[in-house]
Antibody
Framework: QVQLVQSGSELKEPGASVKVSCKAS????????MNWVRQAPGQGLEWMGW????????TYAQGFTGRFVFSVDTSVSTAYLQINSLKAEDTAVYYC??????????????WGQGTLVTVSS | DIVMTQSPDSLAVSLGERATINCKSS????????????LAWYQQKPGQPPKLLIY???TRESGVPDRFSGSGSGTDFTLTISSLQTEDVAVYYC??????????FGPGTKVEIK
């Protein structure tokens, strides 16, 4: 079955960088784009952008340009989110979300389990 | 960009009563070539990732209780919980995937027990 397994929680100091991984299994990795979604504490779901997994071409939503970097390693079916120059307001749960796909009978909208990134000195 | 709005922000419903959540998009989510509305509903409980309830505006995800139903077309959509149970206390989000692979969410509606 389709699975997205994300890396574990991170605690970082302001100004540092963090790299979150999202390992995919159960489907052809390069056939579906991968999105990233942020959820700050007590807040809603915010779409950050997506990456074309066969070319590695990223698209960033407004507010997520500059410090945020999407990448993929197709050899290990893994997508990455790197956040540079971390700020306290980057504290959030980050989710990878695969583009949806449908069979003859049903559709899937796979999500990772989420990675909590805490930025604090 | 497609903007999603939801109403109300929160609602309190008695056990066994109906809960109705509305979602509106800034442009039509109906794709004329296949007559599908690219609208999904999610349920999120604290500490958990969102759980898919409904897609294509009205198709229930496998395993989702039939007290959950989705309706609407174009720009106006509704999620209905026909008989609220304690386990339904959560935040509910609508999501458009018309602009797939990109998508946007509504701000969420918190459902509580009265």
């Amino acid at each position: 079955q389709v699975q997205l397994v994300q890396s574990g929680s991170e605690l970082k100091e302001p100004g540092a960088s963090v790299k979150v991984s999202c390992k995919a299994s159960g489907y052809a990795f390069k056939s579906y784009a991968m999105n990233w979604v942020r959820q700050a504490p007590g807040q809603g779901l915010e779409w950050m952008g997506w990456i074309t997994t066969n070319t590695g071409d990223p698209t960033y939503a407004q507010g997520f340009t500059g410090r945020f970097v999407f990448s993929v390693d197709t050899s290990v079916s893994t997508a990455y989110l790197q956040i540079n120059s971390l700020k306290a307001e980057d504290t959030a749960v980050y989710y990878c979300v695969r583009d949806y796909g449908c069979s003859a009978t049903a559709c899937q909208f796979p999500w990772g389990q989420g990675t909590l990134v805490t930025v604090s000195s | 960009d497609i903007v999603m709005t939801q109403s109300p922000d929160s609602l309190a419903v008695s056990l066994g009563e109906r809960a109705t959540i509305n979602c509106k998009s800034s442009q039509s989510l109906l794709y004329s070539s296949n007559n599908n509305n690219y609208l999904a509903w999610y349920q999120q409980k604290p500490g958990q990732p969102p759980k898919l309830l409904i897609y294509w505006a009205s198709t229930r995800e496998s395993g989702v209780p039939d007290r959950f139903s989705g309706s609407g077309s174009g720009t106006d959509f509704t999620l209905t919980i026909s008989s609220l149970q304690t386990e339904d206390v959560a935040v509910y989000y609508c999501q458009q995937y018309y602009s797939t692979p990109s998508f946007t969410f509504g701000p969420g509606t918190k459902v509580e027990i009265k």
